[in-house]
């Protein structure tokens, strides 16, 4: 843990995946992240100018100051992006999985699909990177993003149905739930069968509230990890979800 010091997080997915929402969530802040080059010189703020294509580097980090545990990576919207931007993002994935310096490795990858996208809920640029990608020890945690989205797929069912309006609005949280394991079944039946499949699936929720709780994506995220010093690293970062930390205690 020592050598390590930061458990490092590269977020992939589209560019409407709510990311930078979900980054936010898991460190317990409303503010933006700095952003620093491989150096740790400050490039800037987090800006919607530093990340325009042409100018997005994988290579820089993202730290939130109200928790400086956690150091992200962004692979901002490869799917849109040519061949050479796939092979940029593919040749960073395996140079981190396996370089020599502990600090510069990266423990986990998100890879965020979105339920606003559920009619195409895995793209050819999607299958291509678990076709194509080996992280080797590093998982990738798929993440079921903007969940809240299904709602009105959800009434649209149940007033199609028959159902009167108050009914539908009776019934709409419990239709939203077969939904989303309808469209989780579905995209595991895809991804399992690529060449290099996802460690484990994960649906995040209410993410756009402050507040909202993370702790299924940092449990199924220490679980995937499957090594005990990081482990320990990545519960170290959740000192205010004692839950978490007492679950972890007693199991180990």
């Given amino acids: 843990m020592a050598n390590i010091g930061q458990f490092r997080i590269l977020v992939m997915g589209r560019a409407n995946a709510g990311k930078t929402t979900i980054l ?12 620093f080059d491989g150096e740790g010189n400050k490039v800037c703020r987090f800006e919607a100018k530093c990340f325009q294509r042409g100018h997005h580097n994988i290579e820089h980090e993202l730290v939130f100051s109200s928790n400086p545990g956690f150091v992200f990576h962004d692979s901002c919207g490869f799917e849109a992006g040519s061949a050479g931007q796939f092979d940029e993002m ?8 396996v370089t020599a310096s502990l600090k510069k490795r990266i423990h986990a990858i998100w890879f965020c699909i979105p339920m ?64 989303l394991e309808r469209w989780l079944a579905h995209i595991k039946g895809m991804l399992d069968k690529c060449k290099f499949p996802p460690k484990a699936y994960v649906s995040v ?34 000192k205010s979800s004692i839950a978490l930390c007492v679950e972890y205690a007693v199991r180990k």
């Fill in 90 to 97: 593919k040749n960073f994935v395996v140079d981190r999985a």
């Fill in 116 to 179: 606003t996208d559920y009619h195409r809920t895995v793209t050819a640029a999607e299958q291509k990177f678990f076709n194509e990608c080996d992280t080797g020890h590093v998982p990738v945690i798929v993440l079921l993003t903007k969940t809240d989205a299904l709602h009105l797929a959800a009434m649209e069912e149940l007033l199609d149905s028959g159902l009167d309006l108050g009914g539908a609005k009776q019934k709409a949280a419990e239709k939203e739930r077969e939904l």
């Fill in 205 to 238: 929720q209410k993410m756009q509230e402050e507040g909202a709780d993370c702790m299924a994506l940092v449990q199924c995220t220490t679980n995937a990890v499957n090594e005990e010093g990081l482990q320990r690293l990545l519960i170290s970062t959740q």
């Fill in 24 to 35: 936010q969530r898991v460190c317990n802040t409303t503010d933006n992240p700095e952003i």
